[in-house]
Nanobody, 126 residues
Framework: QLQIEESGGGLVQPGGSLRLSCAASGFNFRDYTIGWFRQVPGKEREGVSFRRSDGSTSYAQSGRGRFTISRDNDKKALYLQMNSLRPEATAVYSC????????????????????WGHGTHVTVSW
């Protein structure tokens, strides 16, 4: 059974940085596309960044150039380095995985992801 646990969130000032981590278990991690999502109250969850099993990546416009996604298949871990954070990045960040090589347009489709962690809170504020 796919299990996921996120960590690394917190309070950071605008312009600051955070590194989020996602620990996975219960599945063959290296064969999966893994992604970061975020959600603010009253809004639908949205995709932030993805890394396929072949190492290729995708970033939503909101984080392009400032966020970096990486994965360690041996540790079954996914990371999101977020730099130059803006207040609009405030959200609950969570990760999920799917055993498929998806087109870029498919990566951001929530219906393809079945299992979620509890998420980690990120607050960007003075």
């Amino acid at each position: 059974q796919l299990q996921i646990e996120e960590s690394g969130g917190g309070l950071v000032q605008p312009g600051g940085s955070l590194r989020l981590s996602c620990a996975a278990s219960g599945f063959n991690f290296r064969d999966y596309t893994i992604g970061w999502f975020r959600q603010v109250p009253g809004k639908e969850r949205e995709g932030v960044s993805f890394r396929r099993s072949d190492g290729s990546t995708s970033y939503a416009q909101s984080g392009r150039g400032r966020f970096t996604i990486s994965r360690d298949n041996d540790k079954k871990a996914l990371y999101l380095q977020m730099n130059s954070l803006r207040p609009e990045a405030t959200a609950v960040y969570s990760c999920s995985a799917v055993r498929a090589r998806l087109l870029t347009s498919e990566l951001y489709s929530l219906r393809l992801y079945a299992s979620w962690g509890h998420g980690t809170h990120v607050t960007v504020s003075w």
